[in-house]
């Protein structure tokens, strides 16, 4: 359900330089767009519009730029959509 949904947003957010991901732990790094360089503003900025929506999202990277998603896997898949779109509105406040 999220690599699809993922791929699609960093289709429509070039700030998204990368979705990659095993298993259920899943990150999008952030990256200047048309470049590599690490966009950390961009993910802090994502984060905390996730944050205040009330949906915790992890930072991480050697620069800061990767949103890393490890949700439980007994998570019903409507609370995942709604994770999910919260995630979507948050890229709009870029």
Known sequence: IMLPRLHKLAE???VIGDVRGRGAMIA???TEPGTLRPAPAAA???AKACHAAGLVVLTCGTFGNVLRFL???VIGEQLLEEGLGILEDAFGTL
Do not use: F, S
Request: charged share 10%; aromatic share 0%.
């Open 12 to 14: 429509a957010n070039p």
């Open 28 to 30: 999008i790094e952030l």
């Open 44 to 46: 802090a900025q994502v």
């Open 71 to 73: 949700p439980p896997l």
